[in-house]
């Protein structure tokens, strides 16, 4: 294809961020109805969305008016939710996008960007398709913050640095002191909070105080829209201005608009349900200590990070697949033979034991 000539060089090569796949996909490869899926790879939230919100999309009668380029109602509902002024507040089309368009904004071809590894995927892609240079600062043992490596990327001229805390997969959270040494060193500091909720604690209160802090945040995980796609951020005024701008006008639909808003008027549903799946999570890594291959890192978010030891990791998550239960398999550095587990509903979490329990049976050496 003569057209191929023309694409951006460094694209032709991009890998690609690797997506998990939706239900009716994966009931299909495996020949079993959708309802015998126990889908504990994507980090959703098993309860789905408030009932409000499928009631304010049923009597919502705009859907044929654009939505408000400004964002206006529902960046003042995220601000009266943070307690901070709206001026402070981007809306997107999920988090993602947030990122995207951070990319968009900071990063020229050939800029560098600190990457807290092993993290989630979509730092190093939006960096990637800017034609940004990623620089790795490997996360220790416990999955802690390398601040020394981190700081030293950042004096060496990285423009962003991008710290998931909750990070994604191991589930810890950053420290306060850490956080307060990346921010001295100038760079902007993009803290994803997307897990935030299932956590004790944010660091959003800091951002107008700090002019190179971004948070943001989403609806995907604590209020069950992922697919929706609905995501925020707080960030520097100065920023949200020129976010504004960069961004597509009609980024945000209608009907994520009235979810979030229906959402927030729901809050306290949405945190009964959010308790219980800390209570989920901490029942299931109880239980799942007593598994003797499997070893766990403790989680602040909706999801636990197990590493597999003596028996093929590989094997494990494929016989999972099989018997109709997805979780997230990694093979990378930092997290070699290491399965993400969701934290689902406990019929979920009961299913996934007993069928390891079988598994490790029949791959014990
Ligand atoms: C750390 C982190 N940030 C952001 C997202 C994406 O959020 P959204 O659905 O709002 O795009 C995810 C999704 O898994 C995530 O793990």
Known sequence: MDSLRLVRPELLDLLGYEPIEPVDVLAEELGIPADQIVKLDGNENPYGPSPRVNEALANFDLYHIYPDPEQRRVRQALADYLGLDSEHIVVGNGSDELLELIACLFLSPGDVAVNCV??????????????????????????????????????????????ASPNNPSGNTISAADLEAVLSTGALVVVDEAYVEFSDQSFVGLVPQQDNLIVLRTFSKWAGL?????????????????????????????????????????????????????????????????????????????????????????????????????????????????????????????????????????LAP
């Open 118 to 163: 092993p993290t989630f995927g979509m730092y190093a892609f939006v960096c990637q398709t800017r034609g940004a240079r990623v620089v790795e600062a490997p996360r220790r043992a416990d999955f802690s913050l390398d601040v020394a490596s981190v700081e030293k990327a950042a004096r060496e001229g990285a423009k962003v640095v991008f710290i």
């Open 226 to 362: 992922a697919g929706l796609r609905a995501g925020y951020g707080a960030f520097p005024k100065g920023i949200t201005e020129l976010m504004l701008k960069v961004k597509m006008p009609y980024n945000m639909n209608v009907a994520a608009q009235v979810a979030v808003l229906a959402s927030l008027a729901d809050r306290e549903t949405l945190q009964e349900r959010v308790q219980a799946i800390v209570r989920e999570r901490e029942r299931l890594f109880g239980v799942l200590a007593a598994v003797p291959f499997l070893r766990g890192f403790p989680s602040k978010a909706n999801f636990i990070l197990y590493r597999i030891q003596g028996i093929d990791a590989r094997e494990v998550w494929r016989r999972l697949r099989q018997q109709g239960i997805f979780v997230r398999y990694f093979d990378t550095p930092g997290v070699k033979d290491c399965i993400r587990i969701t934290v689902g509903k406990p019929e979920h979490s009961d299913r996934l034991l007993a069928a390891l329990k079988e598994i490790g049976g029949s």
